[in-house]
């Protein structure tokens, strides 16, 4: 059977271009559906057969033996997100007939073509659901050959359908409401785990009521996930995304040459060295691979990309790497400690779970300080947002959104949302950009005429009473205080080292900054250090762990010098083994 014209091959669906998903990587779609429905086994056989010869390349087909089994499959269909192009349904069956199957099954799937198989006998059926149901045909029993009876026939019920009904997208489906924090942690996380979804705004999409309704959840339950297997996952936390996704992994072996904590651009890049190298490697993440990077939406001064590249493309590429070198990966999988035991360093897991190695490299990175004042901790993610320029953008367009902050993060975030924003207004609290921004971020923030710069201004309240409502913005200069509506404020503003989960096992600054190398012994303490050698040039107070990236002292805080400093901490891991003969 010829392809119709107007649909496109299975191919070239990868490409479909795709509304409010997270990931611009489309997941192939299923194929549209041809549903046939019929009480006699043999009639039900014999029909499936014949269309599956004729358009099996294109469509699946599936069966039913009765009304009430076709609803049933339909509403799975539905929930799953596949596309019903046509139903082939017998007219004369027990319990439902033909007629009344179909005006049910129109409520679930309005746009499938509706064709009856009949006898004789039942044309005026046939003929009273035309204006019924407005069924676009009946098909007389037997359709032999059915190269004449019945292809023509449903070659052009197929090419209509197909002509009006691009493919559908065939992922994760997010239903939730806009300003509800455990829905933007879910998309959030999706979304920087790379993988697509799309996102269903109770408030604003028409689909919401009814997937919500096969799912069996009301609104006050959201987040919703729809998988495409059907499987729905009701207010689920990370770690069940992360199972159901199919994203977490799980550690081969006990004992690793090298554990890693965190996969931003030091862990994986430790991860690529420390696998190509020989050692046996785990990196542990607790969120998604590429740490701060992955939020970069163009990350420009890194070596070799003179047109720069997104901070998920890099994290891609890199994960990518270092499992093609072996190294393996558990994502959504926090490590709360690390100690001495017999044989070895024991990390010890979020679910409790403790894996030993012979060296870790500490690479959890820096988050977002977080806005200190009144409002800010009740509306985080209710118009509040720290660093999640990326997986908002969809949700601000149009609108007129702030951003505080002047740090490169800050710039690049506000030139990404200008795209979609109607206005950006970036609150600075110095008079200029040039102490904390690249000169060449700088410069493009200042073309950029949706853009605009206030200096000496802070943030001294956020207020709302379900989302984010309005923002009080003192001038630094005057102290004077100014009120103004807002929907949406990114804060960009300086960043603490994730140490908190060491519980003083490494010596840190005060500020929690892990010591390596010279300064375990200078700003340690006197007790930091107990070996009769000195430290290595990445080796904390505790002998075989090292820190690599933004969380270590001293460190530069740019990508390129954190995948530096993650492939400098393997090479001291070899010097490290040696020492141990390892
Ligand atoms: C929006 C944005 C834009 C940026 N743009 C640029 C740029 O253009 N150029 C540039 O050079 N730099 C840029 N930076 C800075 C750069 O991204 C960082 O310097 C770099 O990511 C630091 O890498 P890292 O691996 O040390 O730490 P991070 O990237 O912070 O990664 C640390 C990882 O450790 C994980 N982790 C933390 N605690 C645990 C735990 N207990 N268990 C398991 N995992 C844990 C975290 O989830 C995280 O994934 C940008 C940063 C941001 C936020």
Known sequence: MPLPSAFPHPADWQAASLPNTGHLEVPVADKPIILTVDDDPEVLQAVARDVRRGFGEHFRIMRADSGARALEILRKLKLSGDQVALMLVDQRMPGLTGTEFLVEAITLFPEAKKSLLTAYADTDAAIAAINEIRLDHYLVKPWDPPEQRLYPVLDDLLDDWTATHPPEFHGIRIIGHRWSQESHVARDFLARNQVPYRWIDLTTDPDAPGLLALAGVTDDRCPVLVFPDGQVLVQPTTQEIASVAGIRGH?????????????????????????????????????????????????????GFPAGLSGEDLSRRATTQAKRFGAELLLAHSVEGIKHREGGIGVTLGDGTTLLAHSVIVATGVSYRRLDVPGADALTSRGVYYGAAASEASSVRGEHIHIVGAANSAGQAALHLSTVAKRVTMLVRGDGLSASMSHYLAERIMATPNIDLRYSATVSAVSGAEHLESITIRDAQSGSETTEPATALFVFIGASPHTEWLNGQVACDAKGFILTGAEVISGGGGNAWRLDRDPLLMETNVPGVFAAGDVRLGSAKRVATAVGEGAAAVMTVWQYRASMGL
Request: charged share 15%; net charge negative.
């Open 251 to 303: 550690a081969e072996v006990p004992l690793y040459d090298l554990i890693i904590v965190g996969a931003g651009p030091a862990g994986l890049a430790a991860a690529v060295y420390g696998a190509s190298e020989g050692l046996s490697t785990l990196l542990v993440e607790r969120e998604a691979a590429g740490g701060q990077a992955g939020q970069s939406t163009r990350i420009e001064n890194y070596l």
